[in-house]
């Protein structure tokens, strides 16, 4: 899988050429020209290479390179630098003056970052190595203390959890205001009758606005997720170094607390080979596709001709470059598209992660694409997807006519029997009997005659065509959770401070 440019923040830049002395891009290499375990002026930028001999082969090189879809995470590994370079303050290892100048180095290099001034190179690994030669770039040999008691293993592992937890909070946001549309939605069409199906088929009669909330409580059910989700993934790595920890006096609480995480890790080699976070993650951004697929798919189906139930607002369809009376209802179709694509990541990764051995294994860098073309699938998707109901008209006439169709009362019927002392099974039998002859005849329920009733079965005598009437079956349905327009406005009241908590725990 190739990461995807949907989100404005998504897109990593392809790397720039190596500029010829240094690697420079916005700041003269400092004095001497370091850059790398003493690397010469010019010398490809890398974390590693005092045991080797030469330099790796182009074609490991392109293999191994990550920068062009892991430089997203560059604002994140400079926040967690600046807590490192606390850390080290506090054990000895930088001096009062060192502190300011790495910290001050830290912010140019995160404006620079954020600016677009200071970019990757071809020669840039991945983002640790980009950053750090922007660093080194305005300290000279200062640059490369901050390594002292880090790996890019606790690096990134705390790096992607850092991402990770500001961008659940960005779908959550998303995932409420979709809810917040199907819910003025369904406030407008609690009385509004329809066909409600099994197997496609009708099958008894419901409230519109009651089958719009029932896709609600999916979406509140997977922000329930992310935010059970990010108790799990508030864990900083920071201070598990490649594997065994430090030996340096480190703070890996103190760096867990200032990076706003609940805890630091327990195991050091947990912490830099865990991705249950994102396999986690990628299962709830899959199951949110999958509740959007089926959103997307009843709205295909309500805007055909055949149903007619729903009119969609020109902003949110599109037309045939061949047939000119076509409005195609593409947000649905997309979202119901793009949840296999969530999916495939899911299941992709989890094949990944089978099998590897303790600690980090460079298997663990497929983790990322999935991971941040399901931010932006979800992220692109999940606005169209708002847009589009709040937008699209309900046709309350079409709805209504279809609600009594297919006998959709008949239930209804069995159910008046029982209430009279029929035993359900022997009122499920002369009901489905007078539905055999209705169709056999080519007949609607009340359309059965007095005498025609008595002929089907005994127990339908002609009182039965009192619970004939839709509103009436929408009216009896006032079990809690039921159809009932009374009902449904409870759901209302109860679902509104559950999106107000939503929305709070959620970002922008």
Request: charged letters at 25%.
């Amino acid at each position: 899988m190739t990461s995807t440019d949907h989100s404005e923040d998504a897109a990593a830049p392809k790397p720039s050429a190596a500029p010829a002395a240094g690697g420079a891009t916005d700041a003269d290499a400092p004095a001497g020209g370091v850059l790398a375990g003493g690397a010469a002026p010019g010398a490809p930028m890398r974390l590693w290479g005092g045991r080797f001999a030469g330099g790796p082969a182009e074609a490991l090189a392109r293999l191994s390179v990550s920068v062009q879809f892991d430089w997203r995470l560059a604002p994140y590994d400079l926040l967690a630098s600046k807590s490192h370079a606390r850390v080290l303050h506090r054990a000895g290892l930088l001096d009062d003056a060192e502190l300011t100048a790495m910290l001050a180095a830290i912010d140019d290099l995160s404006d620079a970052v954020a600016q677009g001034r200071f970019r990757p190179t071809v020669e840039d690994e991945d983002v640790h190595t980009a950053l750090e030669r922007g660093l080194l770039e305005r300290l000279g040999a200062l640059g490369g203390k901050l390594r002292a008691g880090r790996s890019r293993n606790d690096q990134v592992a705390t790096d992607l959890r850092l991402y990770l937890r500001e961008h659940a909070r960005q779908v959550a946001a998303r995932l409420t205001e979709l809810s917040e549309a199907l819910v003025t939605v369904a406030g407008q069409h609690v009385d509004t009758p329809a066909p409600g199906m099994t197997h496609l088929q009708h099958a008894q009669p419901i409230s519109f606005g009651h089958q719009l909330l029932a896709h609600v409580q999916a979406f509140v059910r997977d922000t329930d997720r992310l935010r059970d989700w990010d108790r799990r993934a508030s864990v900083s790595a920071l201070g598990a170094g490649a594997l065994a920890g430090s030996s340096l006096p480190l703070d890996p609480r103190g760096v867990a607390a200032e990076l706003g995480f609940d805890r630091a890790f327990e195991n050091s080699l947990d912490a830099v080979s865990d991705r249950d976070f994102a396999a986690e993650f990628l299962f709830v951004a899959a199951l949110i596709g999958v509740h959007l697929s089926r959103l997307g798919e009843e709205i295909v189906l309500w805007t055909t001709r055949e149903f007619g139930w729903v009119e969609l607002d020109d902003a949110f369809a599109t037309g045939s470059s061949i047939m000119p009376q076509k409005k195609n209802p593409d947000v649905a179709e997309l979202a119901r598209g793009k949840s296999g694509r969530l999916i495939g990541g899911l299941t992709g990764f989890l094949a990944t992660l089978k099998g590897l051995p303790l600690a980090y294994d460079r298997d663990l860098q497929e983790d990322k694409e999935p991971v941040f073309d399901a931010v932006d699938t979800l992220l692109l998707v999940l606005p169209a997807l708002t847009g589009t109901v709040a937008t699209m008209r309900v046709r309350r006439e079409r709805l209504a006519a279809a609600a009594p169709d297919g006998f959709a009362l008949a239930t209804d019927v069995a159910e008046y029997l029982v209430r009279r002392g029929v035993p359900f099974r022997q009122a499920h039998e002369a009901v489905g009997q007078l539905v055999s002859w209705c169709v056999a005849h080519d007949v609607d329920l009340d359309d059965v005659s007095d005498d025609d009733l008595a002929v089907i079965n005994p127990l339908l005598t002609a009182d039965v065509r009192s619970v004939l009437s839709v509103s009436g079956a929408l009216q009896a349905r006032s079990a809690p959770g039921g159809t009932a327009p009374d009902r449904v406005r409870e759901q209302l009241a109860a679902l509104r401070p559950v999106l107000d908590r939503d929305r709070e725990w959620a970002v922008d």
